[in-house]
């Protein structure tokens, strides 16, 4: 049960530099979601994903761009990489169910722009 | 505009104490609430959720107070743990048609002691 992956767990990139953070769940959910982790901040919503071609812009979208053009991937791609975007991201998915509906976490990527 | 807030930033507690933990919210649309348990280097996994139409939700040693009224809903750990030091996080979500996401709070480290 591989759950939610992320790679790479710890990325050091220059100022200016494209990056891109992989996002990959075996559950077939159909929501995703790239948060961002801030100490003061708690987690922040980048971009979420209702399905596969289905994206939208969370409460921090500005500098990201994501794509989903299978169910199971979830990129997250830094397109000129600044220094406040040093952070941990997660990335998460989840299923509508009546009740509630559980997010579950990947263990996150450290991102780190020198 | 921060929508859900938590209180405090950061807990002691005595082993076998009560720890206790605050959030208020302000979009009276939200009618999801859990709380999240992250332990350093890993992803945040749920702990225990409520819905606004109880007032109280109790799973083991972890229980949830909801206060419709005055906007606020806690989580209490009786009998606290050294293994429940943790950051716990505080979230809401709106109705499913609302997207299906969390905004979280900003997150208590609880650091119990022996």
């Known amino acids: 049960d591989a759950g939610i992956t992320q790679s790479p767990r710890y990325k050091i990139t220059e100022t200016g530099r494209q990056v891109t953070l992989m996002c990959h769940q075996t559950w077939s959910h159909s929501y995703m979601f790239w948060y961002r982790q801030d100490l003061g901040h708690g987690l922040r919503l980048i971009y979420y994903s209702a399905a596969a071609d289905i994206t939208d812009k969370g409460e921090v979208p500005d500098g990201y761009v994501v794509s989903r053009s299978k169910t199971e991937n979830f990129p997250l791609t830094l397109e000129s990489a600044t220094r406040s975007q040093t952070s941990v991201y997660f990335c998460?998915?989840?299923?509508?169910?009546?009740?509630?509906?559980?997010?579950?976490f990947g263990e996150g990527s450290w991102l780190t722009v020198v | 505009q921060q929508q859900v807030k938590q209180s405090p930033q950061s807990l002691i507690v005595q082993k076998g104490g009560i720890s206790i933990i605050n959030c208020a919210y302000e979009n009276t649309a939200f009618d999801y609430f859990p709380w999240y348990q992250q332990f350093p280097g890993k992803g945040p996994a749920l702990l225990i959720a409520i819905r606004p139409d109880v007032s109280e939700k109790k799973e083991g040693r972890f229980t949830i107070s909801f206060n419709k009224s005055a906007k606020q809903f806690s989580l209490h750990i009786m009998d606290s743990q050294p293994g429940d030091s943790a950051t716990y996080f505080c979230a809401a979500s709106l109705p499913t048609g609302g997207g299906n996401k969390l905004t979280f709070g900003t997150g208590t480290q609880l650091k119990v002691e022996l």
């Open positions: 998460a998915s989840s299923e509508i169910r009546a009740g509630g509906n559980t997010i579950y």
